[in-house]
């Protein structure tokens, strides 16, 4: 009896061996905003053999200007053959979604000037395909890997990619900082890892585009534009990118995709102190996650995010400190969470869409902190698991306005606990840049700028990259005129000189200040009632006068002087470090801040934020870094007759005696209270969430429990 099973099991065995295996080839279901260009499509495999070739073909008959609704994602084999198996295909959906702003807002037709690539500096920027070093060839097929790594050699901190697809087997890796890569958009300007590469298939997650960590915390004016990163399928092990990116650095339309979505995590943040830095109008497709951090230290701001096609969680942050605002994210590929905290990490979500989820869709762990608003999420249940006090509170549906533990405040607990709703403005784009050939181009001589500007016949006007401009110890003062709407600096060097840009005039339209020059050489006065824009510049000082416009700051560093109460002012990603005097001095004015990382290292701690004469402000994410004692009283924000919120605040004190001993302090009418803090305790800590929502009255309610009363 026995003999005959095993004759009826090896006859089942042998016929089996007849039939070749099966790889299922499945379309990701994808969304897609009314008006944006169709994203990469992905597909997810039933098994992942190492012996594919040629390529599954995807399309869809979604456009850009597609009607609101679901179209079908084609799949057929196409070329694609693995060895040993045959191919089945499964269709994909395409869901088509009225425009809201949220998720990236892709721009895949970047325009640089003609003098882009030409300047009178030392070490200009160099066009990766027509340079004397090496030409990188964007055909798709010729491997590049050699020749991108020596671009990226010392003193090269400006590549520029024209339209291609740049063909890479190996490691790409930028040995110091202060380097920029631009492309003239993430779906136009493509650096695609070879399918099949072998570095990325020996069992050992290894990053891709992986810069080195200078110093460890030395990661400055790092930059990524208009350009797409395409992982080819069976890569398994491949990290697209790992970054750091200190006090200035930012992702702008940057698009990260795995063709067949089986790699660890999109974008890594296991560097050493990643941030603080912004990404903006980033796009991630594929991968078993989107994004991933094991660091505590800094904090990293995601303005019009989106994350699709992930297989697994799809953030997992554990306990860094991320704020996001427009964020969507399509979970229907998701085996997880759309995100899940680490302890000590504090995460901001605004404005935002969590979509075609399942199972929980927000989890926070003990020790950590979620401030939630105006966020829809379908498909999850519970929307988020909020374990951050130790007790699990869920919230399901859409999650209007939540956040972990208690709220705090001093004068203010019998009323209700709510944010101050302040208005939300996107920073302003250069609106009317005519034809780049008519941009007019500074020269190599920086005396001759002011002049220049002053007597544009152009409304923008421009300074071809370089790392090298020569010039004198002399700081030069420009009044820039109302025809000028437009300068870019694009974040380049010089020599001694410092500048001071004026602005007096009364013009509509906003000014826009696009990286200037680095190490703090640019003064920006602000007299005139036109609005300003400050991107990607690491100021030596912002200095408003009563009367001045509205200003936004969008990854910006340093210094800043007393914001007026003439001016509503918004920042994303705004890292001060003035250690002297307050860091962020706000005199009536109406503050936002989505991201807010400040370090002080004088003896006496200066504070952080100072609210006077009525001022409104909204703080979401703050990174607290005290770099020595403090002789006991002080806060690291002040508030007198002013309405304050702030969600989650991180204080990180590594070194006991290290702070400040009140969280907050506040005055109102002639009654000051305190929020006790940590001090002198080294550690790491956090106030969950703090509310100041009535202003300078007669009349106040008692001091809450636990408050110290001056």
């Given amino acids: 009896m026995i003999r005959s099973v095993a004759l009826i099991l090896l006859g089942c065995i042998v016929s089996s061996a007849t039939f070749a295996q099966t790889v299922t080839v499945t379309a990701s279901t994808l969304t897609m905003e009314q008006g944006l260009p169709v994203p990469p499509l992905v597909w997810v495999q039933s098994t992942y053999p190492t012996t594919c070739t040629g390529a599954p073909a995807l399309s869809t008959t979604a ?8 179209y079908t994602i ?10 040993g198996y045959t191919i089945s295909t499964v269709n994909g959906t395409m869901n088509v979604i009225a425009a809201d702003g949220k998720g990236a807002q892709i721009n895949n037709a970047i325009v640089y000037p003609p003098g882009f690539t030409s300047s009178a500096a030392t070490q200009p920027a160099l066009n990766v395909t027509s340079n004397s070093t090496c030409n990188m060839v964007g055909d798709g097929v010729t491997d590049n890997t050699s020749c991108f790594n020596t671009l990226l050699g010392p003193g090269r901190s400006y590549l520029y990619f024209p339209a291609g697809v740049y063909l890479v087997s190996g490691q790409i890796s930028p040995p110091y900082n202060s380097w920029n890569l631009r492309g003239v958009g993430p779906q136009q300007s493509v650096i695609r890892l070879a399918p099949n590469s072998a570095a990325f298939n020996t069992g050992t997650n290894t990053p891709w585009f992986n810069p080195t960590s200078i110093g460890g915390n030395e990661n400055f004016y790092e930059f990524i534009t208009g350009i797409g990163f395409d992982v080819g399928y069976g890569n398994p092990n491949a990290i697209p990118m790992t970054l750091a990116m200190n006090n200035i650095g930012a992702l702008r339309d940057v698009i990260i995709w795995s063709e067949d979505s089986n790699c660890p995590y999109a974008l890594s943040f296991h560097l050493q102190y990643p941030g603080p830095a912004l990404s903006k109008n980033l796009a991630i497709y594929g991968c078993q996650e989107a994004i991933s951090s094991n660091q505590i230290e800094y904090n990293w701001v995601f303005d019009e995010l989106t994350t699709e096609g992930q297989t697994g969680r799809i953030v997992d942050s554990g306990p860094a400190h991320f704020q996001f605002q427009h964020w969507l994210s399509d979970g229907s590929m998701s085996s997880g969470q759309a995100l899940e905290t680490g302890q000590y990490g504090t995460i901001d979500i605004l404005d935002s869409s969590l979509l075609n989820g399942s199972g929980t869709g927000i989890i926070n762990v003990p020790g950590a902190s979620v401030f939630v608003r105006n966020t829809t999420v379908t498909g999850y249940s519970p929307s988020e698991a909020d374990s951050g006090t130790g007790t699990t509170v869920n919230y399901t549906g859409n999650l209007t306005q939540n956040w972990t533990g208690a709220a705090t405040s001093t004068f203010n607990a019998n009323l209700t606990p709510s944010s101050l709703y302040l208005p939300e403005q996107e920073t302003p784009l250069p609106t009317d840049d005519p034809t780049p050939s008519n941009w007019t181009a500074l020269t190599g001589n920086p005396s001759t700028w002011c002049a220049q500007i002053t007597g544009s016949a152009s409304v923008t006007v421009y300074l071809p990259p370089a790392n090298g401009y020569s010039g004198s110890s002399t700081t030069y003062s420009c009044s820039i005129p109302d025809t000028v709407n437009h300068l870019n600096f694009y974040n380049s060097q010089i020599a001694g000189s410092q500048f001071n840009f004026t602005i007096a005039g009364s013009s509509s339209t906003p000014l826009v ?4 020059p680095r190490y703090s050489t640019c003064t920006v006065t602000h007299s005139g009632t036109r609005t300003v824009v400050i991107r990607d510049a690491s100021l030596k000082a912002y200095a408003a006068s009563a009367g001045a416009g509205n200003v936004f700051f969008e990854d910006d560093a340093n210094g800043v002087g007393t914001l007026q109460a003439s001016q509503s002012v918004w920042g994303r990603q705004f890292d001060i470090e003035f ?12 503050l936002w801040v989505l991201g807010f990382k400040t370090e002080n290292a004088y003896p006496d701690l200066a504070p952080s934020l100072v609210l006077t004469a009525g001022a409104r402000a909204e703080i979401f994410g703050s990174f607290w870094y005290p770099l020595s004692a ?8 002040y508030s007198t007759n002013s309405q304050l919120f702030a969600a989650p605040i991180f204080s990180f004190e590594n070194i006991a005696d290290y702070g400040w001993q009140y969280w907050i302090q506040e005055t109102k009418g002639l009654a000051t209270a305190s929020i006790p803090g940590p001090y002198p305790a080294a550690g790491n800590y956090i106030l969950n969430m703090y509310y100041s929502t009535t202003g300078s009255a007669s009349v106040y309610p008692s001091v809450s429990a636990g408050v110290t009363l001056k």
């Fill in 63 to 70: 456009t850009s200007g597609s009607s609101v609704g679901t």
């Fill in 74 to 83: 084609t799949a057929t084999a196409g070329t694609y053959a693995c060895t």
């Fill in 513 to 516: 200040i696009d990286g200037c």
């Fill in 579 to 590: 250690n002297s005097q307050p860091q962020l001095p706000c005199a009536g004015c109406t």
């Fill in 630 to 637: 403090s002789a006991g009283g002080t806060a690291p924000i």
